[in-house]
């Protein structure tokens, strides 16, 4: 593969950026403090507000997914509290070492890869004793397990002292959300996955519930992520405490935009119908899926090869063929792959993609039938 030829990257994130997006970004500097910035951001802080229907404020600020895990820790927990980490896999249990190094006490509920702790187990679980937060991974990269969120939050609502938590990094955009209606407490998501922007940013929604319990704890020890310090700004973009990131500003302003323009539940069925179509091509092609039937994310796919095809080369002949996709994670690692298929990827991607999974195959020595996948693929897409 010559290093400047194109290259469809179709991992869990980042995922293709649009030319509209890519614009945003490379337009020309202004201060943060120039009035046409400070309008942009204002209209982005708001706007992300209303998409997941926020009733308290949202914080679109330039860091990682990771960062913005600790932003939901800090604000809504002190050292010795309880909390709950209810994890489908390798992401879900990233909270364990930040809970541990701030000092909580933190219990685990986890399931099999491939599968999501139920409802019936939370609620359980949160019947022992009186847990400050509890965080539920709404897709998990490692599994392509998505959560049933709403379900989790009926019965978070019957637990008024827990702040509920959701990572949204790999879901929103694409998996429908709703703060109020799925008694959400605390989301947040990242730039690079579902809103097809590129990595540097992350959002925070926290509710109303959020602010208050960060209010109750008066001074925190985090700094950066310290909802307060950032509030003025929130309330008044004119204002500062550190450096916003322009361009990605811009360019998740001009996501926003694509998003209203399709619609949100248009986008998140255009996933569903998707996500289901690229499962029959891939199970017609020989693969199977980690994540069971019933509980598999509309973002990506953890595929497990059939007998006899080598991990690092199969990769390594997607990437000949233009397209890149990610090893998998844990006892996983080897045996499968992760292909993303989220965001502003389109039908031609998803096309692209499955002939080169079906040239790689081939490489390896397994016996396809051309065009197979990618035919089932548009057979499913024209129901």
């Not at 599968?115 to 949160?126: G, M, R, S, Y």
């Not at 069925?269 to 980690?290: D, I, P, S, V």
């Not at 993609?353 to 020595?365: K, T």
């Amino acid at each position: 593969m010559n290093k400047d030829s194109n290259v469809l990257v179709m991992i869990p994130g980042p995922t293709p950026v649009v030319d509209s997006i890519r614009a945003e970004m490379a337009r020309p500097i202004q201060a943060f403090g120039d009035p046409r910035f400070v309008a942009d951001y204002r209209k982005l802080i708001d706007d992300l507000g209303a998409m997941m229907h926020c009733n308290g404020q949202c914080f679109p600020l330039a860091g990682t997914g990771t960062l913005a895990m600790e932003m939901a820790i800090a604000n809504n927990t002190k050292k010795g509290d309880n909390v709950l980490l209810v994890s489908n896999g390798f992401f879900g249990d990233r909270f364990i070492d930040i809970c541990t190094r701030k000092g909580l006490n933190v219990d685990v509920i986890s399931a099999e890869w491939g599968d999501f702790v139920t409802p019936e187990q939370i609620d359980a679980k949160l019947a022992e004793k009186d847990y400050a937060l509890m965080t539920v991974t709404h897709v998990d990269t490692s599994t392509a397990v998505v959560a049933p969120i709403e379900a989790i939050g009926k019965v978070a609502a019957k637990y008024p002292n827990t702040i509920y938590v959701v990572d949204g990094v790999a879901a929103e955009a694409a998996e429908y959300t709703n703060m109020e209606t799925m008694n959400i407490d605390v989301l947040f998501t990242a730039s690079q996955k579902a809103f097809g922007v590129c990595s540097g940013m992350f959002i925070v929604w926290a509710s109303k519930k959020s602010l208050e319990r960060r209010k109750s704890l008066g001074t925190i020890p985090e700094y950066y992520v310290d909802y307060e310090k950032w509030m003025p700004v929130m309330e008044d973009t004119s204002k500062y405490f550190a450096t916003p990131a322009v361009n990605l500003v811009w360019a998740m302003n001009e996501s926003v935009r694509i998003i209203n323009q399709e619609g949100f539940e248009a986008r998140c069925a255009r996933h569903t119908k998707n996500a289901k179509a690229m499962a029959k091509a891939f199970e017609a092609l020989g693969f199977k899926y980690l994540a069971k039937e019933g509980c598999r994310a509309n973002t990506l796919s953890v595929l497990i090869y059939p007998e006899g095809v080598n991990d690092a080369q199969f990769r390594k002949e997607m990437l000949e063929n233009g397209v890149v996709v990610a090893g998998s994670l844990a006892s996983y690692a080897g045996k499968s792959f992760r292909m993303g298929h989220m965001g502003n990827a389109t039908e031609n991607d998803m096309i692209t993609a499955l002939s080169a999974v079906e040239r790689s195959l081939m490489a390896c020595g397994v016996k396809v039938e051309l065009g197979k996948g990618v035919g089932t693929y548009l057979a499913e897409m024209a129901k």
